[in-house]
């Protein structure tokens, strides 16, 4: 979601008029579209030619409101109308519109935060408030704008019906907590609309749902799922803007992205044309047809909310392809909750193909600092009534914030990051020195949107589609790793940017192995389908054999994915500076041709976790999971204290912790890697990413990652590891879906025994268990401040060891006492400077350094070897 440091976005208008507006009059307009120009002296087009009216025949109050147009045009502006004119006060003033009150409408604000005349746009903080439902308050859309870095603002409602009311009174009010404050608006659309909104079940309430029909709202989001831009001249006659989903997409797994090229269209029997146009329904977004894929990550969506506020889900349906029950069947799951307990399949709820359907849900979004992240993902159905496909589905979506029993709708002004500040501050400067006499609040890096966020995407078809026909997909270049769609009329894409040429340190490229895609050819036989043993959101992994005999892995990255190049470059810049015994060695790396490659050491006996419950032969012993999860600990805790800088994983999970022929653990996939904060500041603020069912929730409430995130992903993995069942199984009962809660809550109730694996059931000593379980407990605690240490956890889990393989438990114990903060020092001092001079020679010696005995357990506070 992220584009660039110098990378403007612009945004394309969401919110104009589809039919010509005449002189609107109090008599018999009520139920016509008003589409105002404040500010403007006469009527005009916009740059679609729609007409919008003066605003003076609409003002109630206008106390000292002055007409002022701006004196700059930001080039992302569509154009001059509505917003080179505004309407500026630094007094109450207010606007009364002719009205339905049966009717709901649509409510658009259009605001441009730039300068005019005196008055300082900075200073700009006002509430507006329509039907005693207060709209916004202190709000700034200077600091909105340039927290979402766009150039302007468009605020879009949608009013429940007044009854017993022939007008909606709109009014501006300038803030009382700043001096010098004035309110100022540049156009105001009122569409009226049908009631759209039904009743949504209230997740996490199983009896209990939001009546919508009564509901006012506010427009989070409304996406054309897997399609392109489409304008509101498109639009089923309301008026609104559908917006490319890219941007919204958590992670590098984007999954394919088709349409529907057959002439049969979309039958939309019962359903109203006005839900949504065909455009929606005709292009959706799946997760491809290999199971070895779909069956390993979630197709997710992210957005930003304000909490405390409930908010309505809309998921647009339509299936063009299979047309038999259960052929796709997969669950949803929203702010982390499950959805659809019984699954969603397309044709059980329609009948048949080609026919659209919609799903509404409702979630209460908790209290929190700052803004939420709100997830919508996807994930294929895997039970006893597995689906013939393990796939999922979307065309749209759409999400609206409800007004709370305050009817108020308001949330606080986004804060610009850090890194957003500085950059505006440098490219505010350079501007300033070319053109000195320009004030404007531009937009900088990052995302926008119409109401939130906004892709280059969408400009770029938008620029376009006056220009050129539609494009077909599929004409990509490159062969998408998913292949094509089962049906001849239908083509598909894997969603993501070309490659960029990646740029990497001079330290990264000294200390590896630079291949040529010939030798990389040559290793895996030419990328032979035979020679893989792994796929990731990255790309397959492939064995291989390089000089002559030496054993790899060998990555081989998805061209077509932004966060793949920068996977690729984490990944080198990481690995590049870091030897350890317990962490996957990279040998080096291939960029040539679009092509991009990394070149690890050969993991024999592949991932732990399929060695837990992938139907895997060998039934690990509990002492053999002991030491694995040390191993891992100790590359964990060497990353966290003992390189040369912080390191935190972000993606730790039984799937990057591997094992080589001797069975030893290492911890791999660096590519959402972060170094960790300075050493003034306890946190790292960035976007969340990593794996659902493993994810920190406070890092996820927050956006503040520190190493206690790593602690609690591993606090996943050792419950993984007592139960032998994945992180999330959306097939289970609700209470039982998120590992992390199930095992907590066995923990609080005592019946802790009632999960465990049947295999290692009853081999575990129960000082041994009672030690480990109140380690993993504790690190999957809510705050990070209550979560151990990675060098306390890893302490914990070898005198977890100790007490399995000590027949004496108060040997072990004294043992325990000794001085904790001595043995952290030690353990600390121990991973200091421990890198390798031969760096090809790590992975082959640390097999035979492996040390098994029982005398060994505490090797890693009290020797060096290995390291």
């Known amino acids: 979601m992220h584009f660039g440091c110098h990378l403007k976005i612009f945004i394309i208008i969401d919110v104009l008029l589809l039919l010509n507006v005449t002189k609107p009059s109090f008599s018999d307009d009520s139920n016509a579209a008003i589409a105002i120009d404040c500010g403007a002296t006469s009527q005009g087009k916009d740059g679609d030619g729609r007409n919008w009216d003066i605003d003076t025949k609409y003002l109630s109050s206008?106390?000292?409101?002055?007409?002022?147009?701006?004196?700059?045009?930001?080039?992302?502006?569509?154009?001059?109308?509505?917003?080179?004119?505004?309407?500026?006060?630094?007094?109450?003033?207010?606007?009364?519109?002719?009205?339905?009150?049966?009717?709901?409408?649509?409510?658009?604000?259009?605001?441009?935060?730039?300068?005019?005349?005196?008055?300082?746009?900075?200073?700009?903080?006002?509430?507006?408030?329509?039907a005693d439902f207060t709209l916004l308050s202190n709000f700034s859309a200077a600091v909105t704008a340039e927290a979402l870095t766009q150039a302007y603002i468009i605020k879009e409602y949608s009013l429940a019906p007044l009854d017993g009311v022939d007008s909606l009174e709109l009014v501006f009010k300038p803030s009382n907590k700043h001096a010098g404050s004035f309110t100022f608006i540049n156009g105001i659309e009122l569409v009226p609309t049908p009631n759209?909104?039904?009743?949504?079940?209230?997740?996490?309430?199983?009896?209990?749902?939001?009546?919508?029909?009564?509901?006012?709202?506010?427009?989070?989001?409304?996406?054309?799922?897997?399609?392109?831009y489409i304008p509101p001249t498109?639009?089923?006659?309301?008026?609104?803007?559908?917006?490319?989903?890219?941007?919204?997409?958590?992670?590098?797994?984007?999954?394919?992205?088709?349409?529907?090229?057959?002439?049969?269209?979309?039958?939309?029997?019962?359903?109203?044309?006005?839900?949504?146009?065909?455009?929606?329904?005709?292009?959706?977004?799946?997760?491809?047809?290999?199971?070895?894929?779909?069956?390993?990550?979630?197709?997710?969506?992210?957005?930003?909310?304000?909490?405390?506020?409930?908010?309505?889900?809309?998921?647009?349906?339509?299936?063009?392809?299979?047309?038999?029950?259960?052929?796709?069947?997969?669950?949803?799951?929203?702010?982390n909750q499950t959805a659809t307990p019984s699954g969603a399949d397309v044709i059980a709820?329609?009948?048949?193909?080609?026919?659209?359907?919609?799903?509404?849900?409702?979630?209460?979004?908790?209290?929190?600092?700052?803004?939420?992240?709100?997830?919508?993902?996807?994930?294929?159905?895997?039970?006893?009534?597995?689906?013939?496909?393990?796939?999922?589905?979307?065309?749209?979506?759409?999400?609206?914030?409800?007004?709370?029993?305050?009817?108020?709708?308001?949330?606080?002004?986004?804060?610009?990051?850090?890194?957003?500040?500085?950059?505006?501050?440098?490219?505010?400067?350079?501007?300033?020195?070319?053109?000195?006499?320009?004030?404007?609040?531009?937009?900088?890096?990052?995302?926008?949107?119409?109401?939130?966020?906004?892709?280059?995407?969408?400009?770029v078809l938008y620029k376009k589609k006056s220009k050129m026909p539609r494009l077909k997909s599929g004409t990509s270049s490159w062969l998408p790793i998913y292949g094509?769609?089962?049906?001849?009329?239908?083509?598909?894409?894997?969603?993501?940017?070309?490659?960029?040429?990646?740029?990497?340190?001079?330290?990264?490229?000294?200390?590896?192995?630079?291949?040529?895609l010939a030798e990389i050819r040559k290793a895996t036989k030419n990328f032979d389908e035979s020679h893989v043993i792994g796929v990731g959101g990255f790309g397959k992994v492939y064995k291989g054999v390089i000089d002559g005999s030496f054993k790899v892995a060998i990555k081989k990255s998805n061209p077509s994915s932004e966060q793949g190049v920068h996977e690729f470059v984490t990944e080198i810049e990481m690995l590049s500076k870091l030897r350890h015994k317990h962490l996957v060695s990279l040998i080096g790396y291939c960029e040539e041709d679009g092509e991009m490659a990394l070149v690890y050491d050969f993991m024999a006996h592949g991932t732990l976790r399929e060695h837990l419950y992938k139907g895997n032969k060998i039934n690990l012993t509990w002492k053999q999971r002991l030491e694995m999860l040390i191993g891992a600990a100790k590359g964990l805790h060497y990353l966290h204290t003992g390189a040369k800088y912080t390191i935190i994983h972000r993606d730790v999970k039984t799937t990057n912790i591997l094992l080589d022929e001797n069975w030893v653990a290492k911890?791999?996939?660096?590519?959402?890697?972060?170094?960790?904060?300075?050493?003034?500041?306890?946190?790292?603020?960035?976007?969340?990413?990593?794996?659902?069912g493993y994810l920190d929730p406070e890092y996820f409430r927050r956006q503040q990652l520190t190493e206690k995130s790593d602690v609690y992903s591993f606090g996943v993995v050792l419950f993984e590891i007592l139960c032998a069942r994945p992180a999330l199984n959306p097939s289970l009962p609700k209470e039982q879906v998120s590992l992390a809660d199930w095992a907590r809550s066995s923990v609080r109730k005592g019946n802790i025994d009632e999960i465990i694996d049947p295999h290692i059931k009853g081999t575990i000593k129960p000082e041994c268990l009672k030690k480990f379980v109140d380690t993993a407990f504790k690190c999957l605690s809510d705050h990070g401040i209550d979560r151990p240490s990675m060098s306390d956890l890893l302490w914990n889990l070898e005198f977890s060891l100790q007490l399995q393989e000590s027949g004496d438990a108060s040997k072990a114990t004294s043992n325990n006492v000794r001085n904790n903060q001595n043995d952290n020092i030690n353990m600390h001092l121990n991973t200091l400077n421990l890198e390798e001079d031969d760096q090809f020679s790590a992975a082959t010696s640390s097999s035979s350094n492996e040390q098994n005995s029982s005398t060994a357990i505490f090797s890693q506070i009290v020797h060096q070897t290995g390291r």
Request: charged letters at 20%; proline letters at 5%.
């Open 667 to 692: 911890i791999s996939d660096f590519g959402l890697s972060k170094t960790g904060p300075e050493t003034n500041q306890n946190h790292v603020s960035t976007v969340v990413k990593g794996s659902f």
């Open 484 to 516: 094509n769609s089962h049906t001849s009329g239908m083509k598909s894409t894997i969603g993501g940017s070309s490659v960029a040429s990646a740029q990497l340190s001079t330290e990264a490229t000294t200390n590896c192995r630079h291949f040529t």
């Open 234 to 335: 498109n639009d089923s006659g309301l008026l609104r803007t559908w917006y490319d989903d890219t941007p919204y997409i958590l992670g590098a797994a984007a999954g394919v992205t088709s349409s529907d090229n057959d002439t049969k269209g979309v039958h939309y029997k019962d359903m109203p044309r006005y839900i949504a146009p065909s455009d929606v329904y005709n292009t959706w977004r799946s997760m491809g047809p290999d199971p070895n894929i779909t069956l390993n990550y979630n197709l997710t969506w992210s957005f930003s909310v304000d909490p405390t506020f409930t908010y309505i889900i809309r998921l647009h349906f339509c299936e063009h392809i299979y047309s038999k029950v259960n052929q796709r069947s997969f669950n949803i799951f929203i702010y």
């Open 196 to 228: 759209l909104l039904d009743s949504a079940n209230l997740l996490g309430f199983s009896d209990q749902s939001l009546d919508g029909k009564t509901a006012t709202t506010e427009t989070i989001a409304r996406l054309n799922v897997g399609g392109n």
């Open 349 to 459: 709820w329609t009948g048949s193909k080609d026919v659209p359907i919609y799903k509404d849900y409702a979630v209460s979004v908790q209290d929190g600092k700052g803004q939420q992240e709100l997830l919508v993902a996807l994930h294929p159905r895997d039970g006893a009534d597995k689906p013939e496909f393990y796939d999922a589905i979307l065309n749209g979506l759409e999400m609206f914030k409800v007004n709370d029993g305050n009817k108020n709708l308001a949330g606080p002004n986004p804060a610009p990051s850090e890194a957003l500040v500085k950059a505006e501050k440098e490219k505010r400067e350079n501007f300033t020195k070319d053109k000195p006499n320009i004030n404007v609040i531009g937009a900088a890096s990052g995302v926008a949107a119409a109401f939130g966020l906004a892709t280059v995407l969408a400009v």
């Open 62 to 130: 206008q106390g000292n409101s002055q007409t002022i147009k701006a004196s700059f045009q930001d080039p992302s502006l569509p154009s001059e109308i509505p917003y080179m004119t505004a309407r500026v006060s630094n007094s109450d003033m207010s606007y009364k519109f002719p009205i339905n009150s049966t009717s709901r409408y649509f409510l658009r604000l259009h605001f441009y935060p730039t300068s005019y005349s005196s008055f300082n746009i900075s200073n700009s903080y006002f509430s507006v408030i329509a």
